[in-house]
């Protein structure tokens, strides 16, 4: 007896107990990381705020070491993300909220380390933060907010890359294939 395969059904799929240890592997990391983005914007603006002389200097160092954290647990929030498209019937690529936020987690990815952590560590050496500091830290907590909105809300729309189900076989093919 041949197995066949049709297109549009994925040749991957998580059974019930991995998709639900998956899942909440990434629900997991993602708040992690959210929580995260706001330990950093809160710093930045508690060091802006602040009387003190000296803590500002600590603020931003932790905010500059907070990559370290940060873009691993984003990484874990993505591969997660990943095993959830390509392992349940949302795919990768076939829903533009699963799209967004690919989009949304690269984005903070890179902008983390490149913006973020050179921006506190130039307020680290001047003593005062530059405008990328506070812009970069306040928006990746609202693109982690919007990622998390689209988990929640999971607007309609596929995309074209999406792959389509191909109509049943022929009753002669399916009737062959339970001998």
């Given at each position: 007896?041949?197995?066949?395969?049709?297109?549009?059904?994925?040749?991957?799929?998580?059974?019930?107990?991995?998709?639900?240890?998956?899942?909440?592997?990434?629900v997991?990391?993602?708040?992690?990381?959210?929580?995260?983005?706001?330990?950093?914007?809160a710093?930045?603006?508690?060091?802006?705020?602040?009387?003190?002389?000296?803590?500002?200097?600590?603020?931003?160092?932790?905010?500059?070491?907070?990559?370290?954290?940060?873009?691993?647990?984003?990484?874990?929030a993505?591969?997660t993300?990943?095993?959830?498209?390509?392992?349940?019937?949302?795919?990768l690529?076939?829903?533009?909220?699963?799209?967004?936020?690919?989009?949304?987690n690269?984005?903070?990815?890179?902008?983390?380390?490149?913006?973020?952590?050179?921006?506190?560590?130039?307020?680290?050496?001047?003593?005062?933060?530059?405008?990328?500091?506070?812009?970069?830290?306040?928006?990746?907590?609202?693109m982690?907010?919007?990622?998390?909105t689209?988990?929640?809300?999971?607007?309609?729309?596929?995309?074209?890359?999406?792959?389509?189900a191909?109509?049943?076989?022929?009753?002669?093919?399916?009737?062959?294939?339970?001998?």
């Amino acid at each position: 007896m041949s197995t066949q395969v049709v297109r549009g059904t994925p040749a991957f799929r998580l059974s019930r107990t991995p998709r639900k240890i998956a899942l909440l592997a990434h629900v997991l990391t993602s708040v992690g990381w959210f929580g995260m983005a706001s330990m950093v914007a809160a710093a930045g603006v508690a060091a802006a705020a602040t009387g003190d002389a000296t803590l500002p200097a600590f603020l931003y160092r932790a905010m500059a070491d907070a990559v370290w954290l940060t873009v691993p647990m984003g990484v874990l929030a993505l591969a997660t993300g990943v095993l959830l498209g390509v392992g349940t019937k949302w795919g990768l690529v076939a829903h533009w909220w699963v799209v967004a936020k690919i989009v949304i987690n690269a984005a903070v990815l890179v902008t983390d380390p490149l913006v973020v952590s050179r921006a506190a560590n130039r307020a680290l050496d001047s003593g005062h933060a530059p405008t990328p500091l506070y812009g970069s830290t306040i928006a990746h907590c609202v693109m982690l907010a919007v990622a998390t909105t689209l988990s929640v809300v999971k607007p309609g729309g596929r995309t074209p890359w999406r792959r389509t189900a191909t109509a049943a076989p022929p009753r002669e093919m399916a009737i062959a294939g339970r001998r």
